[in-house]
């Protein structure tokens, strides 16, 4: 079945940029999404459509794709910003969704 | 104001069933496709299954495929997941959520326990 790759941890300090990797083979052709979770609550869409931002979202929040790679950038993180960060895409056929491993974002 | 609110959770045993129910409102219904994700406890996002708008069509992670169904009621304004043959491993928050795009909203989601 179909991954989607990510680091599990990466930490900055505050002020500083956290960069978080998606890896999977469709990503080529298929739009990646990101999702940001705190502990508790349901998760809250960050990025749409490769570097897309939601209504809402601050600024310091974006996202890439390149090949094979998505990435999701928080420039001048804050201590708000920690947090679990999902990747979200589909198979190349389509018809299944894939959540990724995971990233848990440390500021301090 | 889109809301989604899940039920229909609880403890079951090892090959019981269960059938959560999503309830739908603030938003035409009929329009979305609609999904379900699950969490198991301290783990990550796990995408469970989708149903186009009208219900013509389904798709599940193969993990639950031939276990579990998705189902809707656009009458009702309702989404639901039939879950049989259950295992330890689908203890988890089971979510309702249109993920991804400019219409996204989750639920709050139910707490499945499946044990002995």
């Known amino acids: 079945s179909y991954e989607l790759t990510q680091p599990p941890s990466v930490s900055v300090s505050p002020g500083q940029t956290a960069r978080i990797t998606c890896s999977g083979d469709a990503l080529p052709k298929k739009y990646a999404y990101w999702y940001q979770q705190k502990s508790g609550q349901a998760p809250v869409l960050v990025i749409y459509e490769d570097s897309k931002r939601p209504s809402g979202i601050p600024e310091r929040f974006s996202g890439s794709s390149s090949g094979t790679m998505a990435t999701l950038t928080i420039s001048g993180a804050q201590v708000e910003d920690e947090a679990d960060y999902y990747c979200?895409?589909?198979?190349?056929?389509?018809?299944?969704?894939?959540f990724g491993t995971g990233t848990k974002v440390t500021v301090l | 104001e889109v809301q989604l609110v899940e039920s229909g959770g609880g403890l079951v045993q090892p090959g019981g069933s269960l059938r959560l129910s999503c309830a739908a409102s603030?938003?035409?219904?009929?329009?979305?496709?609609m999904h379900w994700v699950r969490q198991a406890p301290g783990k990550g996002l796990v995408w469970v299954s989708r149903?186009?708008?009208?219900?013509?069509?389904?798709s599940y992670a193969d993990s639950v495929k031939g276990r579990f169904t998705i189902s809707r009621d656009n009458a009702k304004n309702t989404l639901y997941l039939q879950m049989n043959s259950l295992r330890a491993e689908d203890t988890a928050v089971y979510y309702c959520?249109?993920?991804?795009?400019?219409?996204?909203?989750w639920g709050q989601g139910t707490l499945v326990t499946v044990s002995s």
């Open positions: 979200y895409s589909t198979d190349s056929s389509g018809n299944h969704r894939v």
């Open positions: 603030g938003f035409t219904f009929s329009s979305y496709w």
């Open positions: 959520a249109i993920p991804a795009g400019l219409f996204d909203y």
């Open positions: 149903i186009n708008s009208d219900g013509s069509s389904t």
